[in-house]
């Protein structure tokens, strides 16, 4: 598929390109963060969230909401699922890394969505972009054989596991706290997943 640049005014609907952020000690405590084959997510990391950066993503970025930095890292070329969150989510690219992103607006009155809509925007290594509430995404892609590593932040809280159970309507989507998800049938997601995603399981 097309890869747009994150610059592009069409990415403009998705999120916004961060500024004014040094992200040089965050990206420097991220050659510490694993590696692996597959991909890993860990939602709240204490080497990350110690660094003076933490405090300017509270203030400037969530107005003063609490915060979680963790990160997602490994290998991946496939889109497998959406989420979304009642939140923005703030990703910083120690690699180059692509997101593959769609509108919540598209999803239909049943919760499936047409992959079909979907785009592709590069994030290049050091730069880093809000990602709407209302925009549907996963975890990144690489560009290369090397991999991706990229930091992600989040209200406090997000992404853990539910308290009860969840069934009906929007409450079927509901994966992890402040979690949506739409899987794909090809995406390889724990049994009981939301399988709502129509069309490509798309790849990059």
């Known amino acids: 598929m097309e890869i747009k640049k994150v610059t592009d005014r069409s990415f403009r609907k998705y999120g916004r390109v961060l500024e004014g952020y040094d992200f040089t000690e965050l990206i420097k405590a991220m050659e510490q963060a ?23 993503f509270k203030t400037r970025a969530y107005g003063e909401l609490d915060v979680q930095i963790g990160f997602c890292n490994g290998h991946n070329k496939k889109l497998n699922a959406a989420e979304y969150h009642r939140s923005s989510e703030l990703n910083i690219a120690c690699t180059d890394a692509v997101l593959i992103i769609g509108s919540q607006t598209d ?19 050091g730069m880093g972009v809000e990602v709407f509430a209302t925009t549907l995404h ?8 090397a991999g991706f590593k990229v930091v992600v932040v989040l ?21 992890a706290t402040n979690k949506w998800l739409i899987g794909h049938a090809e995406g390889g997601l724990p049994e009981g997943s939301f399988i709502g995603l129509k069309g490509e399981n798309l790849s990059i």
Do not use: R
């Open 34 to 56: 694993p590696l692996p084959d597959g991909v890993i997510y860990e939602p709240s990391v204490d080497y990350l969230e110690a660094l003076p950066i933490a405090q300017e």
């Open 107 to 125: 999803v239909e009155e049943d919760n499936t969505y047409d992959t079909s809509k979907m785009e592709a925007f590069l994030v290049p290594a």
């Open 138 to 145: 996963y975890a990144p892609c690489n560009v290369d054989d």
């Open 155 to 175: 209200p406090k809280g997000t992404n853990y596991p539910l308290a009860e159970a969840h069934a009906g309507g929007e409450d079927a989507l509901l994966a």
